[in-house]
């Protein structure tokens, strides 16, 4: 029976997930040109690219849904937190990043290390709509088949995440509420995203996990 393969957070590297792998796939079918990422999340407030443009941007047929455990970013693997996550069906408002041709692989390989630790994102080349056309972009989204899909979420059971999971980059209240206030601040409304803080607001979640 062969050992398990640890990547470097120290947990189980997915069966048939190479991280490595999927950057080398990424690289190799990316358009010519610049890169274009597409940020529905942190990627909106923290984008940590270095890019010479911001657009606003939507990608049809994904939606954005808190449905994602996050085992590093936002939580443990004893207390998964939750991350936004693209998932197929209806559509979805962000921005379209440009990063510049002569930066897109050295980026491109940074980006990697943070939003794909573990690989639990399908990476695709989305259709984005611009005011100022369509950009085909690189977008981080979810099957229904990962073992990182939680399924649907009671309220009891968010309102417990939102209240104490804690990862390397904070809180999962302080993500989301953070995407709210950026989605607010460029004019996008998320039925989902507000009925959630709402929630928060709610049952007095309103610091860090923990407060």
């Not at 050295?106 to 080349?125: G, Q």
């Amino acid at each position: 029976m062969s050992a398990d393969v640890f990547d470097d957070h120290g947990l189980p590297q997915l069966p048939g997930r190479d991280p490595q792998d999927l950057l080398e796939q990424t690289l190799a079918t990316r358009p010519e040109g610049d890169l274009w990422v597409f940020g529905y999340g942190s990627l909106i407030w923290r984008p940590e690219v270095s890019h010479d443009e911001v657009r606003s941007a939507r990608v049809w047929g994904w939606r954005r849904t808190l449905r994602m455990w996050s085992r590093i970013n936002r939580g443990t693997e004893q207390s998964p937190g939750l991350v936004f996550a693209l998932m197929a069906g209806g559509s979805c408002r962000g921005i379209a990043l440009r990063v510049p041709q002569r930066l897109a692989e050295r980026e491109l390989r940074l980006l990697w290390k943070r939003e794909m630790p573990r690989a639990v994102y399908d990476p695709r080349w989305l259709a984005c709509h611009t005011p100022q056309g369509v950009v085909r972009a690189l977008a981080f989204t979810l099957a229904p088949r990962s073992p990182s899909y939680t399924g649907e979420l009671d309220d009891a059971r968010l309102i417990d995440i939102l209240r104490t999971c804690r990862g390397r980059y904070g809180t999962t209240f302080d993500y989301v509420a953070r995407t709210a206030q950026a989605l607010r601040e460029l004019g996008i409304r998320d039925a989902e995203v507000e009925r959630i803080m709402r929630l928060a607001r709610l049952h007095r979640i309103d610091g860090p996990a923990g407060a």
